[in-house]
């Protein structure tokens, strides 16, 4: 069965340093990994994804994700953070493009940027 | 054009009535699902559509109903409402089942 785990439930960040929230996952094909973000009383809003190609994702505002296989994991990255990065954010993963499959989120991990 | 919206946007319930929630888009999306939102739990999918007239059970689908009658359309009912069915309710569709998901903004429900 698929999984995907984000051990850290707070990230806490200054601005204008590098941040990183980690994703691992556990598929049993060719996994199709998804970054979300969640603004306070808002809906999720996708951010990146990886299918195939080039295991460095770049997405929406700046943020980049890592795609990892030997470590099975899928960090998401930004050089530098800014005060408005501050959200929920969520790892999914869809084990492959068959209809039978489902998307599986992680527990999300909340960024806290302070200026 | 609106994307995803749903309704209401909060809703307090008596714990034992009938309570629908609805979901509309306008991208002519095939796929459509439903998540509940619990705090350190993420999201988890209820129920789930992959084009009109078909719809597939989720992670947690007791105490839920769906029924996809026309691609624009997702109404999740539940028929007698329990406390544990407090959450927040998310909506979501995708062009295919396999695509990037697009999110509405969510009913808070709170059974009493």
């Known amino acids: 069965a698929q999984s995907v785990a984000q051990p850290e439930d707070q990230v806490n960040v200054a601005e204008g340093n590098p941040l990183t929230v980690k994703c691992t996952y556990s598929v049993s094909g060719n996994p199709y990994l998804f970054w979300y973000v969640q603004y306070p009383n808002r809906g999720l809003q996708f951010l990146l994804k990886y299918i195939t190609g080039d295991n460095l994702v770049k997405g929406s505002y700046g943020f980049e994700a890592e795609f990892n296989k030997s470590q099975t994991s899928f960090h998401l990255k930004k050089p530098s953070a800014l005060v408005s990065d501050s959200a929920l954010y969520f790892c999914?993963?869809?084990?492959?493009?068959?209809?039978?499959?489902?998307?599986?989120f992680g527990s999300g991990t909340r960024l806290s940027i302070r200026p | 054009i609106a994307g995803i919206t749903q309704a209401p946007t909060s809703q307090i319930l008596a714990a034992g009535r009938r309570m629908t929630l609805r979901c509309t888009q306008d991208m002519r999306h095939n796929a459509m699902y439903w998540y509940r939102q619990d705090l350190g739990l993420g999201l988890r999918l209820i129920h789930y559509s992959n084009t009109a007239g078909t719809t597939g059970k989720g992670e947690v689908p007791d105490g839920y109903s769906v029924s996809r009658a026309n691609t624009d359309d997702f109404p999740l009912t539940l028929a007698s409402a329990v406390p544990s069915q407090t959450s927040v309710y998310f909506c979501?569709?995708?062009?295919?089942?396999?695509?990037?998901?697009?999110f509405g903004p969510g009913t808070r429900l709170t059974v009493l």
């Open positions: 979501a569709s995708s062009r295919e089942g396999k695509d990037t998901q697009y």
């Open positions: 999914a993963v869809r084990d492959g493009p068959s209809s039978a499959s489902k998307i599986i």
